[in-house]
T-cell receptor, first 116, second 112 residues
Framework: EAQVTQNPRYLITVTGKKLTVTCSQN?????MSWYRQDPGLGLRQIYY???????DKGDVPEGYKVSRKEKRNFPLILESPSPNQTSLYFC???????????????FGDGTRLSIL | DAKTTQPTSMDCAEGRAANLPCNHS???????VYWYRQIHSQGPQYIIH???NNETNEMASLIITEDRKSSTLILPHATLRDTAVYYC?????????????FGQGTILTVHP
């Protein structure tokens, strides 16, 4: 089954303790992206990646890092989490290429992070 | 991406068609109209998208006006499981680096 898988689904942790949220897709998609969703603010893009070893900042990248060493994986790293990063996070992927620029994004089921 | 405007909420009776409107009066010629929905904090689910022509798939139909300033998503036979927040997005797709700008959407409630 084609899917985007995020882990963990839920995490409660404390300020300053480094954490990584993994994202994996099995559709051989070039493009992957991370969003966060907060009440009243909608989904906001954190980082995106057009392909392996190609990443760039979205609208709210501060406090986050990403890497794209393999096509299928796009982990989100919080080096020193803070309470304002408490949020619902979504990973997404899509096929990419000039002729495929209008392809829809496929989203994971989300990761709910609580930073105390 | 062009700004979109949707009603805050709508109701629909089960088994009836749900028609969700979206206004995108400033849409540019190469921006697509995408519809996604989100069921209770799950990941957004792609429904349908189009550029100029009307589109239909197994989930829904998309009607885009000739001037492309508005569109309507049609769920032909709504069920209780279609209760969700529906987002209409106007996006350049790949040339905007894939970013989707989700607004507040329309809360669709399907009742028995």
């Amino acid at each position: 089954e084609a899917q985007v898988t995020q882990n963990p689904r839920y995490l409660i942790t404390v300020t300053g303790k480094k954490l990584t949220v993994t994202c994996s897709q099995n559709m051989n998609h070039e493009y992957m992206s991370w969003y966060r969703q907060d009440p009243g603010l909608g989904l906001r893009q954190i980082y995106y990646s057009m392909n392996v070893e190609v990443t760039d900042k979205g609208d709210v990248p501060e406090g986050y890092k990403v890497s794209r060493k393999e096509k299928r994986n796009f982990p989100l790293i919080l080096e020193s989490p803070s309470p304002n990063q408490t949020s619902l996070y979504f990973c997404a992927s899509k096929r990419q290429g000039l002729a495929l620029s209008n392809q829809p994004q496929h989203f994971g089921d989300g990761t709910r992070l609580s930073i105390l | 991406d062009a700004k979109t405007t949707q009603p805050t909420s709508m109701d629909c009776a089960e088994g009836r068609a749900a028609n969700l409107p979206c206004n995108h009066s400033t849409i540019s010629g190469n921006e697509y109209v995408y519809w996604y929905r989100q069921i209770h904090s799950q990941g957004p689910q792609y429904i349908i998208h189009g550029l100029k022509n009307n589109e239909t798939n197994e989930m829904a139909s998309l009607i885009i006006t000739e001037d492309r300033k508005s569109s309507t998503l049609i769920l032909p036979h709504a069920t209780l499981r279609d209760t969700a927040v529906y987002y209409c997005i106007a996006s350049l797709g790949g040339t905007s680096y894939g970013k989707l700008t989700f607004g507040q959407g329309t809360i669709l409630t399907v009742h028995p």
